[in-house]
């Protein structure tokens, strides 16, 4: 999350200091045994300052978090090797965590066979020994076991955990010994899965999923997502519209925190601008109606983490400093700006910078305890600029909405409607239809659009005018 906000604060100051600052932690944290070299995914924190000892537990908040920063990296820098990292680590996770309903478990055991890290690790012998059953000369073995730091000695418990340490071998001669290390990985006693499902990390993954999908052009990632939006129909969403916060075997129980409420709704804003189905957007809407109603603090004018559906204890709980998860304040105040944009409804916003202003001062004494927080002020200290993509009954905009997703434009608001969708009185979308029978894109700042245009091109170069 820090990091997100200070690409974001490059994008302001222009200053190469702050962006050479993200790239190393993002090449270092890549290239490291927190990594997985192999099958992709992060671990979930490192136990050293150069991130080569991972605690081998993988998490799904950490690995959403994680593919959206890169993503985020890839979108600024345009560099393929952040792109490569956000596929890798989403194919982890639809991969080994996805569950049938549609949503996803919570995490992978750091430990099998009785020791941590025991499925990840490789002795000299082993590595060498699974490479020449794959056909690799000694030569390229040791190219291999030089770029991942395998070592007779290993560099940790007498074994080597895989990183990225010397030259690179050949991109064919990598790919060979990659696929057949995991093979050999495969036959390993595997860590334990938690198959608990929780609504927020749920939520922050249909974030990554819909964003990368949609600015990647993966479908599979987009159908993942969609996936998720129905296990919250199906599973988490109670009849009287609240959420439950986990559930497991299809069956949800304990009623959800302020956090699942915001983290839901901001995935499903992104499902929205990458697939332009209104049911998404009021879906988003609807959750954050309810969670102003079961959470929201008129005397502090901010949220409080619990409902009244939860046990009352002697000091109810208000988060808003951004640990290991967002903050439930800080995803609130960022999606309540959005809604504001889209729905016109001013109360969104006026809520969304009394949260801001809770945090105040703090954000200059601390601010890497607010990443996300940070990025909803820098969402206020912009000028709004969307793209609304009108459709037709037999066109869904793809190519135009396609092109809106892919630059790097964090505070860039994507929403589509078909005129017979229920969204379509909403202010924004007010007197904007398709022209000549085809999608047709409007890009505006506020409510001061440029001229209507069905052309995907002409997208892409009215979102950079904007930009700048």
């Known amino acids: 999350m820090t990091l997100e906000f200070l690409l974001r604060a490059r994008r302001r100051s222009q200053d190469p200091d702050i962006l050479r600052m993200v790239t190393v932690t993002l090449d270092a944290m890549a290239n490291g045994g927190i990594h997985d070299q192999l099958g992709g995914g992060f ?19 950490d690995n959403a978090l994680m593919a959206h920063a890169y993503l985020e990296a890839f979108r600024a820098t345009g560099e393929a090797r952040y792109r490569a990292v956000v596929e890798s680590t989403l194919d982890f996770v639809l991969r080994e965590l ?10 992978l055991d750091a430990d099998s066979e009785g020791e941590e890290g025991r499925f990840y690790v490789w ?3 082993e590595l060498r020994s699974v490479l020449a059953d794959a056909g690799l000369s000694a030569s390229e073995a040791d190219a291999v076991a030089r770029y991942w730091d395998v070592t007779p000695d290993g ?3 007498g074994r080597s955990i895989l990183h990225i340490a010397g030259p690179a071998p050949e991109p064919a001669l990598l790919d060979r010994a990659r696929l057949a290390l995991l093979a050999a990985r495969e036959q390993r006693i595997r860590p334990a899965r938690d198959e608990k499902q929780l609504a927020a990390w749920n939520g922050l993954l249909l974030r990554a999923l819909a964003e990368a999908g949609g600015a990647l052009g993966r479908t599979d990632y987009l159908a993942a997502a969609e996936g998720i939006a129905g296990f919250v129909r199906t599973v988490l969403l109670q009849p009287d519209g609240a959420l439950w916060r986990t559930a497991r075997d299809g069956v949800g129980h304990t009623p959800a925190f302020l956090e699942d409420y915001a983290c839901l709704a901001d995935g499903l804003l992104a499902l929205h601008a990458a697939v332009g189905r209104a049911d998404d957007l009021l879906l988003a809407r609807q959750l954050m109606d309810r969670a102003i109603a079961d959470f929201w603090d ?3 004018g901010a949220f409080w983490d619990t409902s009244a559906a939860h046990e009352a204890i002697v000091a109810r709980p208000r988060s808003v400093i951004d640990g290991a998860t967002p903050a439930g304040n800080s995803v609130a105040a960022d999606v309540l700006l959005r809604l504001a944009l889209v729905t016109g409804d001013a109360d969104y916003d006026r809520r969304a910078r009394s949260i801001l202003r809770i945090a105040g001062d703090a954000l200059d004494r601390q601010p890497q305890l607010f990443g ?24 869904a ?3 135009l909405r396609a092109v809106a997703l892919r630059p790097y434009a964090p505070d860039l608001v994507v929403a589509s409607l078909n005129r017979e969708d229920p969204t379509a009185d909403w202010p924004l979308f007010a007197d904007k239809r398709p022209l000549e029978g085809k999608p047709t894109a409007y890009v505006c700042r506020g409510y001061a659009c440029l001229a209507p245009t069905s052309d995907p091109a002409g997208v892409e170069r009215q979102i950079a005018e904007l930009r700048k």
């Open 43 to 61: 671990a979930r924190y490192s136990t050293d300052a150069d991130w080569l000892v991972p605690h081998f537990e993988k998490m799904l908040y």
């Open 98 to 107: 996805v569950t049938p309903d549609g949503g996803f478990a919570s995490a």
């Open 123 to 125: 002795t000299d012998a």
């Open 155 to 157: 560099n940790w418990e």
């Open 298 to 300: 008129d005397e502090a």
């Open 372 to 395: 996300r927080m940070l990025c909803a002020v820098d969402r206020v200290l912009s000028d709004p600029i969307d793209v609304v993509i009108a459709t037709t009954p037999s066109d």
């Open 397 to 399: 905009g793809n190519d």
